[in-house]
């Protein structure tokens, strides 16, 4: 089974605009509903049976069971007779509201470091989704809701062929609203096999990454060349009073502006993987926990780049598209490798650029003696012969390529 999620931007009417604040506001109102049920129960199990205490205290009777997923779908329906309201929304919208919250709790119960379930502001609820659509809800520039109608899109690019639409997602961003659109298809196709050329990839430290091939490519300063527009805009926030008109304004305009620079990032991302992807068969990377590694000393640099949703998200999906082998390979020693007689050099400071070994007396560009490790390593992994470049001696990246955004942009 294949999905995609397609976005396009909605341009609803008046009325469905209303609409969608309407849903976002009720879905929000049960979200919260619903969590603090289960706060509330989870509360008065801390405290003892016979004991009255300020933080907590046993006001849910004790045969109550917790409120799951299906207690509190079925309260729902309930509820619905009782407040109409409830009604103006998709039924199953708000289920599914109900399903987001159940996993944020069970989310936390697995793995507590993503902290314990919030209450939503309206900040913080953007969205709603449909997980089931009728027949024919698809037709050129406009889509058809499922309780709301059809609405017009900007279709910015074609269905794709032989997908089924599954689910509608409409979300809210600071430049509008934007139907999110999950295709589905049965078909299976197999995962790419290995072919023949090679490529490792190194993410780097002064370098947005490093390729075997000899390129190194720049990392994109997009948020930090925009950081002087953003300073003076949250300047000028400071002067006026918070919550009024001109305060909200301002507010919105700064989001717009982090939205345009997200977006101007993903693209290049999704221009660099095409660009990488067009050159070799089977693409390397390191097996790094690039969150734990953004926390560390290359964090202004990795946030502002994306590079951990670049290696772990972008590059695999588009190399799975152009039917390109992927594969993560060990990180150990990576960079104390060296890439021509395989010895261990010895641990670099990071402002050691060159790498130089002591044992064939080779010198070249970190970044690329890493990414010639980490391509080695995964022609070991998938079977092939190692293919030892011939490497010039001496001369100080002698041969390695720069790239910039905009020589990706215009190639
Ligand atoms: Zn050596």
Avoid at 341 to 349: A, D, E, Q, S, Y
Wanted: aromatic share 12%.
């Amino acid at each position: 089974m294949i999905t995609f999620t397609y976005r396009y931007k909605i341009k609803p009417t008046k009325q469905q605009l209303k609409q969608f604040e309407q849903y976002l506001d009720i879905c929000r109102s049960v979200y919260n509903y619903a969590h603090a049920e289960r706060k509330a129960w989870l509360e008065s199990r801390k405290s003892k049976v016979d004991r009255c205490s300020i933080v907590s205290e046993y006001i849910i009777r004790h045969d109550k069971p917790f409120p799951s997923y299906n207690a509190q779908a079925k309260a729902l329906t309930e509820a619905k007779k009782r407040l109409p309201y409830l009604k103006l929304v998709n039924a199953q919208c708000l289920q599914q509201v109900l399903k987001r919250l159940d996993k944020a709790w069970t989310d936390f119960f697995k793995i507590p470091e993503r902290g314990f379930p919030r209450f939503r502001t309206k900040n913080r609820f953007r969205s709603f989704v449909f997980p089931q659509l009728g027949k024919n809800c698809l037709d050129k520039g406009k889509v058809k809701l499922p309780s709301i109608g059809w609405i017009k899109i900007r279709q910015s690019r074609a269905y794709p062929v032989g997908f089924q639409p599954k689910q509608f997602q409409v979300v809210k961003r600071a430049s509008g609203y934007y139907l999110m659109i999950n295709f589905q298809s049965s078909e299976v196709v197999p995962d790419p096999i290995p072919g023949e050329k090679s490529l490792g990839i190194d993410a780097g430290i002064s370098n947005f990454l490093a390729t075997s091939n000899q390129e190194l490519i720049k990392s994109p300063k997009f948020l930090r060349s925009k950081l002087k527009k953003l300073r003076k805009l949250q300047r000028q926030l400071k002067n006026k009073t918070k919550g009024s008109n001109n305060w909200l304004k301002l507010q919105n305009k700064i989001a717009k502006f982090h939205e345009k620079v997200s977006n101007a990032r993903r693209d290049w991302l999704f221009k660099l993987a095409h660009h990488l992807c067009d050159k070799t068969d089977n693409i390397f990377v390191e097996n790094i926990n690039y969150k734990s590694w953004s926390r560390g000393i290359c964090r202004k640099q990795s946030l502002d780049s994306g590079i951990g949703s670049f290696m772990n998200e972008i590059l695999p999906m588009v190399c799975w598209k152009r039917n390109k082998f992927y594969l993560k390979v060990d990180k150990d020693y990576s960079s104390q490798e060296c890439p021509n007689c395989r010895l261990f050099t010895g641990k670099k400071t990071l402002n050691q650029r060159i790498h130089s070994c002591q044992f064939c007396n080779i010198e070249i560009e970190r970044d690329y003696a890493s990414s010639l490790i980490i391509q080695q390593r995964g022609q070991t992994a998938v079977g092939q012969p190692v293919g030892y470049k011939e490497m010039a001696c001496g001369g100080r990246g002698a041969g390695v390529l720069q790239f910039t955004l905009f020589d990706l942009v215009t190639a």
